[in-house]
């Protein structure tokens, strides 16, 4: 099985700025085509490196409401998002 086609963990917790995207099922900041698994690597990098802000200077348009908010969901959904 590829993982293309591979199951995705079910989402545990909800956030409302957090969509799963209709074809993979991956999460993704609602509006954008951003997914949250891209800003979770950037932050687990460490925050020496990619601090929220950074991400936020990367991601003007998101904000830090939306970004913040798929932070959330990773730490409460890391199974989904490793």
């Given at each position: 099985?590829?993982?293309s086609?591979r199951?995705?963990?079910?989402?545990?917790?909800?956030?409302p700025?957090v969509?799963?995207?209709?074809e993979t099922?991956s999460?993704?900041?609602?509006?954008?085509?951003?997914a949250v698994?891209?800003l979770w690597?950037?932050?687990?990098?460490?925050?020496?490196?990619?601090?929220?802000?950074?991400?936020?200077?990367?991601?003007p348009k998101?904000?830090?409401v939306k970004?913040?908010?798929?932070?959330?969901?990773?730490y409460?959904n890391?199974e989904l998002?490793e």
């Amino acid at each position: 099985m590829n993982s293309s086609t591979r199951a995705l963990p079910p989402v545990l917790v909800h956030h409302p700025y957090v969509e799963l995207h209709p074809e993979t099922g991956s999460p993704m900041v609602k509006g954008s085509r951003v997914a949250v698994r891209r800003l979770w690597y950037w932050h687990q990098a460490g925050p020496r490196y990619f601090p929220v802000a950074t991400i936020v200077l990367r991601y003007p348009k998101l904000g830090w409401v939306k970004v913040l908010s798929a932070l959330a969901f990773a730490y409460d959904n890391r199974e989904l998002i490793e």
